[in-house]
C-alpha cells in the first residue's frame, strides 16, 4: 500500500533542531559558570596566599602604615573574589535558564513524538484494515467461483 507520511514532520525536524540548539547552549553555558568557577576558586587562593605571605609573623613588629597597606591589598583581593563570585551565580543562573529552555524544547518535541506515534499506529490499523478488505474479496471471489458448477466438456 502507500507508506506512512507525517504531515507535521517539517515542524518535528525544526523541534528536533531546536532542541539541540538548547542542548549546545546548556553546555556552553555550563563551561562558561566552570570557567567563572575557576576563576573565583583561583582569586580566593590567590587571596589567601598573598594574606599569608603580607601578615607579620607573630611577635614581629609592624608599622602601622604597613598594616594599612596589607589590609588595603587584602580589602582589594577580597572585592576582585566578591566581583568573581557574582559572575559566578550570573553564569549559574544562566545555566538554569538554558536548562529551562531545554526542557521546554524536550517537551515540544516529545508531544510531536507522541503525536507521530499515534498517527502511525492509526495508519497502520487504517492500512492493515484495508488490507483485509482486499484479501476477504478476493477469497469471496474464490468461493464463489468455486460454487460455480463447471461446465461439462462433450468429449
Known amino acids: 500500500m502507500s507508506r506512512f507520511k507525517f504531515r507535521l ?3 518535528l525536524d ?16 555550563r563551561n562558561a559558570a566552570e570557567a567563572a568557577t575557576r576563576r573565583q576558586d583561583e582569586l580566593s587562593a590567590r587571596r589567601d596566599q598573598t594574606r599569608q ?12 602604615g604597613r598594616l594599612h597597606e596589607i ?16 559572575a559566578s551565580q550570573a553564569a549559574e543562573r544562566v545555566v538554569q535558564e538554558k536548562m529551562g529552555e531545554l526542557s521546554d524544547a524536550m517537551r515540544d518535541r516529545r508531544v510531536l513524538d ?9 495508519w497502520r490499523t487504517e492500512d492493515a484494515r484495508q488490507e483485509r478488505e482486499v484479501m476477504d474479496a478476493i477469497a469471496r ?11 461439462e466438456s462433450d468429449a
Open 9 to 11: 514532520q517539517r515542524l
Open 14 to 29: 525544526l523541534r528536533q533542531k531546536r532542541e539541540q540548539e538548547a542542548a549546545g547552549a546548556v553546555a556552553a553555558a
Open 53 to 64: 605571605e603580607l601578615l607579620p609573623a607573630q611577635g614581629e613588629t609592624v608599622r602601622v
Open 71 to 86: 589590609a588595603y591589598l587584602v580589602r582589594a583581593l577580597d572585592d576582585h573574589v566578591a566581583t568573581a563570585q557574582k
Open 114 to 122: 507522541r503525536l507521530k506515534d499515534r498517527r502511525s499506529v492509526e
Open 141 to 151: 471471489t474464490r468461493f464463489h467461483d468455486r460454487k460455480k458448477p463447471e461446465p
